[in-house]
């Protein structure tokens, strides 16, 4: 009976870390929102759905258009900074996901053609060297969808990113560990 008992444990042990779990993320920046959408499903069941809004207090239009793009540099800058330091990791990570779906639409508009034109130039290069990472180093099963929109006489960014990812649970577990063996360990104590 215990023999009987341990083989169905093992063999329920096996098949859980050999499913897969799926992720739907969108994200979608305005003047008006900022709203992160997250799901995650293991064998269509879903587990997990949120929606985090990123926006904090109501700003007026022209000073949330500037932080806007401000927080576009930022964060480019410190996504590349931090890809920099743990590229060991993002690659094993990166190595293990399978992306069934991609698409990421941008509008944007300065109020000026000649700078309007200079932003959708480098937003379609940041694109471009995003999504040819992502091709390198992880399995893509769609072909990956990006537009961008240039709003010659307006001063509006809308920003879309749509994605669903899978991965094995027994990977993602692996995964985690590596990223905490990884990490530094904080040198404070908490008392």
């Known amino acids: 009976m215990i023999v009987v008992i341990l083989v169905l444990f093992i063999i329920i042990c096996i098949v859980l ?16 929102e900022q709203t992160l959408y997250l799901a995650v499903y293991f064998y269509r069941i879903r587990l997990l759905e949120r929606s985090i ?4 207090a109501e700003k007026d239009q022209e000073q949330a258009f500037q932080e806007i793009l401000s927080l576009f540099h930022k964060t480019a800058q410190n996504v590349l900074q931090r890809i920099k330091d743990l590229h060991e990791i993002a690659v094993a990570v990166l190595d293990r996901l399978r992306f069934h779906n991609i698409s990421w639409k941008t509008e944007v508009g300065t109020g000026k053609a000649h700078t309007t034109g200079m932003v959708t130039g480098g937003i379609w290069s940041v694109k471009g060297v995003v999504i040819g990472l992502l091709s ?27 994605c669903m990812i899978s991965i094995r649970v027994g990977q993602a577990i692996y995964a985690f560990l590596k990223i905490i063996r990884k990490l530094p360990a904080k040198r404070e104590a908490i008392i």
């Not at 893509?140 to 920003?159: D, E, G, M, R």
């Open 17 to 32: 870390l050999y499913s897969r779990i799926k992720v739907v993320c969108s994200v979608i920046l305005t003047h008006e």
């Open 53 to 56: 809004d990123l926006s904090e």
């Open 136 to 162: 390198a180093k992880s399995h893509f099963y769609c072909k990956p969808s990006t537009a961008v929109t240039p709003l010659f006489n307006q001063k509006q960014i809308h920003s879309a990113f749509d």
